[in-house]
């Protein structure tokens, strides 16, 4: 660890010798691109986007939309906003390269952060151990909320371990930005919350180490207290519909099924090289007389954060996406590990063999990792092109279990309202759920339904049934794993408002 001229020295080296976070970014510029075309929209990068072009219409014309703040995990007002003058400019691929612009800076930010606590070698390590992970490759290309989230928790990160180096004046200002920019990621991303204990933590430590602990503790108070009276007149000013959103999404999640060993299992594949390295970094530090030398352990235990909050819950949804939040914490502590390691080679012979490990995590595990989850939902782009002309033929409401890609896509052509889900579905005058599913298919009130069998498949198999003995229906087509039934003579001009939305 540094101190004093020491430290000051190292920061010089590390503001003069960027080439080499340069070719990190260029190798993480090529590990997410080659995901960006590779597959459609996913269900919540449709559902984002298109959420934006409504708030931009709700802002700008007064629009009506959908009741967006009551079930998003994350405020409808700041990402999808962002996200939808991005698809504005360059439809989904430009989203998904908003979303890449985002991880180059959350790793050049990583890069500074690990170089101003632990020195030169450590930053390159850490940097090139993040950007070649799974998870960060994957949301280098993925254009939800996830990507602007962590950027400002690693630049609120940023600026708490910036300020240490600042005399107050500065450093106060910097403390306080901090705090606010915690308070915009967690607001971005609710169960980005989760890491606001870490970052207080971690900037109370590294101004604790620099200039003594009373420092440390008003560092603390500092960030803590910015994030907490931006946080609360947000959660006033939005009142209950914010409100539901945050309980509903974030903090009374149900649980599911998944067993606490499946979801441990699945975070050590993601981050298994960053974990260890982060583990033994706290050991190395702990053993050393310097002051500071619980924050690599701090550090280290921000990557089991989310996987034993999901263990909690028994879930592993999004658990590929929440592990990287911790493991840009942990590669700081890994980075030094590895930093520590290399020592024995005071020439440049350690960078070869630091590189071996990152290079094979990579070539033999991560790449495919990344390519795996990007496959996870099914490409919808024949759906797509047969949807477009069918719209057009068999005008009226349309009923799809995850609606959101084909509204996306289908945006230009048919209004929000004409869509429902097969996940909750009211018709008037009936209770909801398969009555009312029942009754519309009896009443002929959809024009397309599009079942693929998957998170409702027990509703899609009674909504098919019903479908059968309506006599008014046939299989108009079959893309994929989607089957779309169209009703055979189709009331032209039908519109009427949706009775069913998503929960």
Not at 160 to 175: K, T, V, Y
Not at 287 to 298: C, D, H, V
Not at 314 to 328: D, I, N, R, Y
Request: a positive charge; hydrophobic letters at 50%; glycine letters at 8%.
């Amino acid at each position: 660890m540094f101190g004093g001229a020491a430290y000051r020295a190292a920061r010089r080296k590390l503001a003069t010798e960027r080439w080499p976070l340069f070719a990190v970014l260029a190798v993480q510029v090529l590990l997410s691109l080659r995901l960006v075309w590779s597959n459609t929209a996913f269900q919540d990068e449709a559902l984002y986007l298109r959420a934006g072009h409504l708030e931009w219409a709700r802002w700008l014309h007064g629009a009506s939309i959908p009741d967006f703040p009551s079930y998003f995990s994350g405020s409808p007002a700041i990402y999808p906003p962002i996200g939808a003058l991005a698809d504005s400019i360059g439809g989904l691929t430009a989203a998904r390269a908003l979303s890449l612009c985002f991880m180059l800076g959350v790793t050049g930010l990583l890069w500074s952060t690990a170089g101003r606590l632990y020195g030169q070698r450590a930053a390159l390590l850490a940097a090139a151990l993040f950007a070649t992970l799974a998870g960060t490759q994957f949301l280098g290309a993925f254009a939800t909320f996830d990507a602007m989230a962590l950027f400002l928790l690693a630049l609120a990160t940023w600026l708490g371990i910036r300020s240490a180096d600042c005399q107050f004046p500065a450093r106060f200002a910097l403390l306080i930005t901090g705090g606010v920019t915690m308070a915009v990621a967690d607001a971005a991303k609710y169960a980005t919350a989760l890491f606001t204990p870490v970052v207080v933590v971690v900037v109370a430590s590294a101004v604790w180490r620099l200039r003594g602990v009373r420092a440390g503790l008003a560092a603390a108070l500092a960030v803590a207290g910015s994030w907490l009276v931006l946080v609360t007149a947000g959660v006033l000013a939005g009142g209950r519909d914010y409100w539901q959103g945050v309980t509903t999404s974030t903090l009374h999640r149900p649980q599911s099924d998944v067993t606490v060993t499946t979801v441990l299992q699945h975070a050590y594949v993601w981050t298994s090289l960053i974990a260890v390295l982060a583990v033994l970094g706290a050991v190395l530090a702990a053993r050393s007389e310097a002051r500071g030398k619980l924050l690599p352990a701090f550090l280290a235990a921000a990557a089991f954060l989310a996987p034993a909050e999901q263990a909690r819950l028994h879930t592993t949804v999004s658990l590929q996406k929440h592990v990287v939040f911790g493991a840009w914490f942990a590669a700081i502590a890994a980075g030094y590990a590895m930093a520590r390691m290399s020592r024995v080679d005071p020439g440049r012979g350690w960078a070869a063999v630091m590189a071996l490990p990152i290079a094979a995590s990579t070539l033999f595990g991560s790449m495919g990792q990344a390519a795996a989850l990007y496959h996870v939902w099914p490409n919808s782009a024949a759906l797509v092109r047969m949807l477009r002309s069918a719209v057009h033929s068999h005008p009226g409401n349309y009923l799809a279990e995850d609606y959101d890609v084909e509204a996306y896509y289908l945006r230009a052509d048919v209004p929000w309202q004409m869509w429902s889900s097969t996940y909750y579905f009211r018709y008037p005058g009936t209770l909801p759920g398969a009555p009312s599913f029942e009754a519309a298919i009896s009443r002929h009130y959809f024009s397309l339904v599009i079942m693929d069998f998957g998170d409702t498949a027990a509703a899609d198999r009674e909504i098919t049934a019903d479908m059968r003995r309506s006599g008014g229906y046939y299989v108009m087509a079959r893309a994929g794993r989607f089957t779309v039934w169209a009703l055979r003579e189709p009331a032209p001009g039908r519109h009427s408002g949706r009775s069913g939305a998503r929960g």
